[in-house]
């Protein structure tokens, strides 16, 4: 034992969570043969019974399952008997025979078949059957055509049956079409069933329950995991891109471990948030970052009020339910993956060269002096009357000389490395169902000074203590550490270290003449690119979940589960300059540690009786209880002024006693809620749901603790009504209509806080410490509510080969949480009120078709798309609007001038008399009503009025709207081919109407990059003067209305390819007995967008961003 503890030591090193996670495992997978070993006899007394009465008995009583053709055993019935503590063996050799039956036993499963007649010319038949995907088939039926011979498959998709040489077998399963195959001359047979799409009901999870989705009455849209390739992330995220109607997701940071956000139908409220609810296995708020990506079965995404109002007060912007892989009964399957992966930076800025940049900046610095003289192009003055020259930043000889001595790019970035490991162990007994499963992610950044280390480990199990009463656990954590490089915050407010690197110019080396890191000259406040290297910023975090669950069947059709669970995680985030860095060295060293603990306890319970009435009236009560608390707590602790940097972050009171910082920071925050659904069912055909919710929350004022959330759905399945029968068109059609309130808590949780630290003040000569009121109570605050209606059509054609969904909604976002204003008379300046209402409205539809499908081909496609629009409904009463905005304007959207090219070389432009050739020409579009004095004519509120006419003026009468950030509509394209052993699957995702401002164009085609000898990029070639009068872009003079118009916006529609890959499994034959499944894989991330944005990448946010990569991915996929 002491030799097994110490091999599981080297293995996970000082990794705790992974040696729990192993030692679990060890405990689980000798479980299921210690049951085995304990259950080999039977007890028995029965009386009148049928044989598959019997065999279910033995069954419940043993380890053993039977596999059978119901027409094989069905005649036999009238059985009696009683025996005790017999083994299983010796009860079927005595009972079969004499009903003309026999058996044959594979481990723990027996099949039983019609004993072969003697005077029949016989022959053993042997086969596999598999699906489209070349998995095996477990417990299809293969039955000898015309008789009640049969058997089964067996864990590997195999059979073995005597038949006649002339018979024909009929190979089935539930969910499949079946197949006749004739013996004749043929002994051995790779049978592939094809999925039957009429038949196929699958069963999908809503909140607290399940149910098919032919009954669903609410929009929602599921994504089952199996069907995604699974490519080198721990991000489930990642993999949700572009694959759901309605969600849109938006990768916050490129970064290994980089963020996503998501947002469902839109992101109307203002100030609340718009983070969908997440439920993993039951548990609502739990943090997707704890779940590999592998372990999940199942993706749904609950939309519409009648989906999500069972979650009530947090369930406004949409519910995420991620559902786990579980535990089966049958022999213990092991299931191992394997990748690496390499990355490289998708799209590189291109960056002018020495030589080129000392020419450009000598030519603007020219430029710069014709303007400041009034030389033309810019006057009329006569250059031999000015006595001042052009500034000459680089000599003929240093141009000439001029080197790339670094390319700072390059020295910053890298070929970033992936490697991923999983292991999953699942099966189970008569009673006992688990899954365990390990990972590691390790993953070396494109950018110096990033990565990520991930481990993450997961226990379900599942028991049955009686036949009324089931309990199971859900374990799950993950361990990860990453290193970050430096980004823009508040230490480096000019960018982080991808746009140190387009700034340094290219005739700069790395190190000075003393070793020292080399700083620009001129522009001493921008750190070297290379010395971020030396900056220690690394996140250590801690993540758990524990959720149990009890099922009790109190009665029949009534059934109780309890469920409590705790969501807890751990971070310490660390970071030091050192003085070999221009933060550290004006510092003298930088430390900061900041601790996060979060706490999130959960116990809910529900009651659930259904009942069916008048043969085809099906109804289902379910009422409920959930108690949650959230606990946070934060510490900080930071210094600077550090003699050595030999501590790093390790000994902050080493730093000096003026510099240091200490903060601490600890919320509470609860919610108790009740609930209740309905659901009625009258013949499958007419569906009703009925929810209610009521929330409360330490969050809101005395006056509005509870909130109250209904909603209403009726989905009519015209598709089952007897005048559908007779046509084979359509195969499915279903309507559907809901209207519902959900709600919003999220305004944090200090809006009732009273007091704040921060007021400090002198008494005498000494600095005291105080507090102060922080807002003023408002006992009216009350929830953000959300009011939802949608219609939606759920079809299918040509027995369901092509089938479809379509939604229309639209909501509204009333007593929208925000903070009103208050009197300067007041010691604070502003409370939180319900001010303003908003609205959003969109479409979506889904299409997904079997396009080819035989026995060695099969072609699929899934088509989605969306659209959006958030506008105001009721602003804010509080908010003064400028002229150019309306009360009901789209949210998401910016003001500006409309621009109509550059102004050119003896070009005089009315309203822009100031303003140089080369600069941005600003249409006037408007100006304001005025009487015949010239007054400005007001309006009842006492503001100026629009005349719709340009008065030769630039002003905000001239402003409009230039952009929005939502695009016109999002889709998702994937198509799936399988063609024998191969699969080749690629899914594309774009964007069409969308708008970018391309900020690094305009940043670095500015006159400072110039000024400060900062590098510019290849656009600078294209900037106008009087030498490139034809120039498309401005000279980069002054021009006070460059920032604020349309001409840096462009047209940013994409279609990217997300990933392509291409696999291949191995034959059965090549290690049978050593593997049941063997698929190698190579896939590709991102290889190339089609966009017209000449941007780095359509979806970052530009030259401040973690750069976008390529990845390309080898992979192999085992399972024992």
């Known amino acids: 034992m002491y030799n097994n503890m110490k091999s599981i030591n080297i293995l996970c090193k000082d990794n705790t969570l992974c040696r729990i996670f192993l030692l679990s495992a060890i405990f689980f997978l000798f479980l299921p043969s210690t049951l085995s070993a304990q259950k080999s006899n039977v007890t028995l007394s029965v009386k009148d019974v049928t044989l598959k009465e019997l065999l279910k008995e033995i069954e419940k009583k043993s380890d053993i399952r039977f596999s ?54 016989q022959k053993k ?179 519409d009020a009648s989906a999500t109002a069972i979650y009530g007060a947090r369930a406004a912007n949409g519910v995420i339910l991620i559902n786990t892989k579980k535990g089966k ?74 080197a790339n001595v670094t390319d700072w790019f390059d020295e910053i970035t890298r070929t970033g490395l992936i490697n991923e490991e999983s292991v999953s162990i699942n099966g189970g007994a008569e009673n006992i169902r688990y899954l365990f499963s390990l990972s590691h992610f390790g993953q070396k950044g494109i950018v110096i000074n990033s990565g990520m280390e991930k481990y993450m480990g997961r226990l379900n199990f599942e028991l049955d203590l009686a036949k009324w009463l089931t309990t199971g656990v859900s374990i799950s954590g993950s361990q990860t550490t990453q290193d970050n490089t430096v980004q823009p915050t508040s230490v480096n407010a000019d960018g982080g270290i991808i746009k140190h690197a387009m700034m340094y110019p290219q005739y700069l080396s790395i190190y000075d003449e003393e070793g020292n890191y080399t700083i620009n000259p001129d522009h001493s406040g921008i750190p070297n690119p290379v010395s971020w290297r030396e900056v220690e910023n690394k996140n250590n975090t801690f993540r758990t979940l524990i959720n149990n669950f009890w099922n009790v069947n109190l009665a029949k059709n009534l059934d109780f589960r309890m469920s409590w669970g705790m969501n807890s995680s751990f971070a310490k985030s660390t970071s030091y300059y050192p003085r070999t860095t221009l933060t550290g060295m004006i510092a003298n060293g930088k430390a900061g540690i900041t601790e996060l603990r979060k706490n999130d306890y959960l116990l809910d319970a529900t009651l659930t009786y259904s009942k069916t009435i008048f043969n085809n009236h099906q109804f289902k009560v379910m009422g409920g209880y959930a108690y949650q608390k959230f606990t946070t707590e934060k510490l900080y602790g930071g210094n600077s002024g550090f003699i050595t940097d030999i501590f790093g972050v390790n000994n902050l009171q080493a730093g000096g006693d003026l510099t240091k910082s200490v903060e601490s920071d600890k919320t509470i925050t609860k919610y108790l809620s009740y609930f209740g659904r309905v659901n009625y069912d009258i013949a499958d055909k007419y569906l009703f749901t009925f929810t209610i919710r009521a929330d409360g929350s330490d969050k809101f004022g005395s006056d509005n603790k509870f909130g109250y959330f209904p909603s209403g759905a009726f989905a009519w399945r015209i598709s089952e009504e007897n005048f559908m029968k007779k046509q084979k068109l359509i195969s499915n059609l279903k309507f559907r209509l809901s209207l519902g309130q959900t709600g919003n808590a999220e305004i944090g949780g200090n809006a009732y806080a009273f007091y704040a630290t921060g007021a400090n003040y002198v008494l005498g000569n000494t600095l005291m410490s105080g507090v102060s009121e922080s807002q003023l109570p408002n006992p009216r605050l009350k929830w953000e509510t959300t009011t939802e209606f949608n219609i939606g059509l759920d079809w299918g054609l040509f027995n369901n080969r092509l089938t479809g969904t379509f939604e229309y909604y639209q909501k509204t976002i009333s007593d929208l949480l925000s903070w009103r204003t208050v009197g300067s008379y007041y010691p604070v300046s502003s409370v939180a009120d319900n001010l303003g209402k908003t609205e959003s409205k969109g479409f979506e539809v889904q299409l997904n078709s079997v396009n080819i499908r035989n026995k060695d081909l099969t072609w699929t496609t899934d088509l989605n798309l969306f659209k959006y629009k958030d506008s105001w409904k009721e602003r804010n009463p509080f908010t003064i609007l400028s002229i150019y905005q309306t009360e009901k304007d789209p949210l998401h959207i910016t003001y500006g001038y409309l621009s109509d090219g550059l102004i050119k070389e003896g070009e005089v432009v009315p309203h822009m ?64 081919f399988r063609y024998k052993n191969f699969d080749l699957s690629l899914f594309f995702y774009g964007e069409i109407g969308r708008q970018l401002n391309n900020e690094t164009r305009r940043d670095f ?34 021009n006070k209305y460059e920032t604020s118009t349309d001409f840096w916006i462009e047209k940013a529609d994409f279609i990217r390819l997300k990933n392509i890959t291409l696999g291949y499994t191995l034959p059965a034959k090549m290690f049978r007995g050593v593997f049941k499944h063997a698929r190698l894989y190579f896939d590709a991330q991102n290889l190339f967008v089609i966009t017209n944005y000449s941007g780095s990448d359509p979806e970052t946010d530009g030259y401040t961003a973690y750069p976008n990569q390529r990845t390309y991915s080898f992979g192999v996929e085992l399972s024992f």
């Open 329 to 402: 009964t049958g022999t213990m399957n092991v299931n191992f993956k394997a990748n690496v992966s390499a990355q490289t930076v998708s799209n590189p800025y291109d960056m002018v060269s020495a030589r080129d940049y000392m020419t450009m900046a000598n030519a603007f610095f020219r430029e710069e002096w014709l303007y400041d003289n009034k030389i033309a192009p810019y006057g009329n003055v006569d250059p031999s009357s000015v006595t001042s020259s052009p500034k000459v930043g680089f000599t003929d000889g240093q141009i000439a000389n001029a």
């Open 125 to 303: 038949v042997k086969g596999v059957v598999t699906d489209m995907s070349s998995e095996p088939v477990i417990g299809a039926s293969v039955l000898i055509k015309g008789s009640t011979n049969g058997v089964i498959t067996d864990l590997n998709g195999e059979f073995e049956i005597e038949t006649p040489d002339d018979a024909t077998l009929q190979i089935s399963y539930i969910g499949f079409i079946s197949q006749d195959i004739s013996v004749k001359g043929k002994n051995s047979f790779s049978i592939r069933l094809q999925d039957d799409l009429q038949t196929l009901e699958e069963v999908v999870v809503v909140g607290y329950g399940s149910v098919k989705k032919s009954n669903l009455t609410g929009a929602l849209s599921s994504v089952k995991m199996n069907d995604i390739p699974q490519v080198a992330t721990t991000s489930v995220s990642n993999l949700l891109v572009g694959r759901v109607p309605g969600l849109s997701i938006r990768q916050t940071s490129a970064a290994p471990g980089g963020g996503y956000d998501m947002v469902i139908r839109g992101s109307a409220s203002i100030e609340a948030g718009n983070t969908p609810l997440y439920v993993i296995d039951g548990f609502p708020g739990g943090d997707i970052n704890t779940i590999n990506p592998g372990d999940i079965e199942s993706v749904e995404v609950l939309k």
């Open 1005 to 1038: 085609l500015s006159a400072d990059r110039f000024r400060f000898s900062d590098n510019v990029t290849t656009d600078s070639f294209g900037r106008w003067s009087s030498a490139n009068p034809n120039g498309k872009y401005p000279s980069g003079l002054y």
């Open 913 to 976: 008399k100031d303003a140089p050739p080369g600069s941005i020409k600003v249409k006037d579009i408007n100006g304001w009503l005025k009487d015949e004095s010239g007054n400005f004519i007001l309006d009842k509120d006492g503001k100026k009025q629009l005349s719709g006419e340009a008065d030769g003026v630039i002003d905000d009468a001239d402003k409009t709207i230039i952009r929005s950030s939502v695009p016109d509509l999002s889709f998702g394209l994937g198509n799936t």
């Open 68 to 121: 059978y053709i119901d027409e094989v055993i069905e005649p036999y019935k009238h059985i009696t008997l009683e025996v005790t503590n017999e083994p299983v063996k010796t009860l079927l050799d005595n009972l079969l025979p004499t009903r003309n039956l026999e058996y044959v036993q594979t481990g723990n499963t027996i099949a039983i078949k019609t004993k072969a007649s003697a005077n029949t010319r």
